[in-house]
């Protein structure tokens, strides 16, 4: 029985770290099994479908886009999302477990809507005849208040989730907190690392 402050990922490493400093006679040796047994190989089972999200993701936006390199620069919002998902859980004190990292799975296709916004119009504008960094200028301006509606009302939307009301609030708390977590620093990032990719990129192309 766990004590109330504890989780099974937390003690964990605690276990794993006495078991050691054990000295154990020849052929024999100690190993956790259970439920956390179980819980690694789930883990394992959700790194797996966090890496396919990626792909079919890109496949979509590839087809959508015309070209392999505008979804590379989409894709990059993934990991600028997982960080605040990270330093989320890290502010609060909170271990990763399983709903939390099946909230990174989905923030695969929700961080990403943003970026999609932008580079769409930035597009749009050079397809129209302006100089790359006006077009890029232009379309920060002309999509800054969608993205931050977007993600805002999302944010918001999860909040009662992310405070834990109701039963089963234990479980769906992480979740809520990995995607809040990953909406703050993907919405506010977004405008400023994306543009930034996109104008390297795009030159790099020209040359």
């Known amino acids: 029985m766990l004590a109330k402050d504890y ?13 050691d400093e054990v000295e154990f006679p ?17 883990f394992n089972g959700l790194g797996f479908a966090l890496l396919l999200s990626i792909i079919l993701v890109y496949m979509v936006m590839a087809s959508q886009f015309e070209s392999l390199r505008h979804p590379f620069t989409i894709l990059l919002t993934i990991p600028l999302a997982g960080v605040g998902s990270i330093l989320a859980f890290l502010l609060t004190g909170q271990t990763l477990n399983m709903m939390a990292f099946i ?15 932008l580079v769409d119009r930035i597009n749009q ?25 977007t993600g805002l009302t999302t944010i918001l939307a999860l909040l009662p989730m992310c405070f834990g009301f109701g039963e089963g609030a234990s ?37």
């Open 7 to 19: 989780s099974l990922g937390r003690v964990t490493p605690e276990v794993n770290a006495r078991l």
């Open 26 to 42: 020849a052929k024999y040796s100690a190993k956790i099994t259970g439920e956390e047994e179980k819980r690694a190989e789930s």
């Open 103 to 117: 909230g990174i799975i989905m923030l695969a296709g929700i961080a990403v809507n943003s970026s999609i916004i």
């Open 125 to 149: 504008l050079k397809e129209q005849g302006m100089e790359l960094t006006e077009a890029i200028m232009a379309a920060a301006q002309q999509r800054i208040r969608p993205i931050i509606m």
């Open 171 to 207: 479980l769906r708390s992480p979740m809520a907190l990995a995607v809040i977590g990953g909406l703050v620093t993907a919405t506010i990032l977004t405008l400023i690392v994306i543009p930034c990719v996109y104008y390297i990129f795009d030159r790099k192309v020209k040359k």
